[in-house]
């Protein structure tokens, strides 16, 4: 099947810029906008970043204040990670996830490991695929995929509520009042 031969190669092929290829620049918003598209894998979904959404990761504490208009390396690594987290967590939980990021790691580090599981993951789905994969049996790679989709999350959940546990940030997992 041709499209899932192109989604294999998509998966197995598109990366973000390491933090060496982030640039080293500061950039305004709309350029923020402009670069971070590039950087996630994207299959026109429509779920986009958006100046408004950057807004309200840095008023929920996801990411630190522009300096100025401008926003450097740091903040295009953080981006590049809420794109992906953003799937599949809510902002709470990426929220204890990054805490604990910065008190364990210099943001360089931390990045370091996202592009390594990202790549580790996708490199992972990209070889399930099977291009010669029927119509007929289309339905059973979705469901697949899709229950794979669902364990990984309910361990996800789990293991971040140990997580923020043990590292004293279970208040950040608590709905606001």
């Known amino acids: ?28 918003m709309d350029q923020v906008v402009s670069y971070l598209s ?3 894998p994207d299959f026109g979904d429509g779920d986009a970043l958006t100046p408004a959404m950057i807004n309200n990761y840095i008023k929920d504490g996801l990411l630190e204040r522009a300096n100025g208009k401008k926003y450097g390396q740091e903040h295009l690594a953080y981006l590049t990670a809420i794109c992906a987290l953003k799937q599949v967590m809510s902002v709470r939980e990426m929220k204890v996830l990054t805490t604990v990021g910065r008190e364990m790691r210099a943001p360089d580090r931390q990045y370091e490991y996202f592009c390594r599981y990202l790549d580790e993951a996708m490199a992972d789905t990209a070889q399930r695929l099977n291009e010669d994969t029927s119509d007929h049996d ?7 995929l899709a229950m794979r989709s669902y364990a990984n999350m309910l361990a996800c959940r789990q293991a971040l509520a140990i997580l ?4 004293g940030h279970e208040d950040l997992l608590k709905k606001k009042k």
């Open 164 to 167: 923020a546990k043990r590292t």
């Open 38 to 40: 590039r950087q996630i």
């Open 138 to 144: 289309l339905p059973k790679l979705v469901l697949d």
């Open 1 to 28: 099947m041709e499209e899932l031969a192109e989604l294999k190669q998509e998966l197995a092929r598109q990366r973000p810029d390491d933090w060496d290829g982030l640039p080293d620049i500061p950039l305004y």
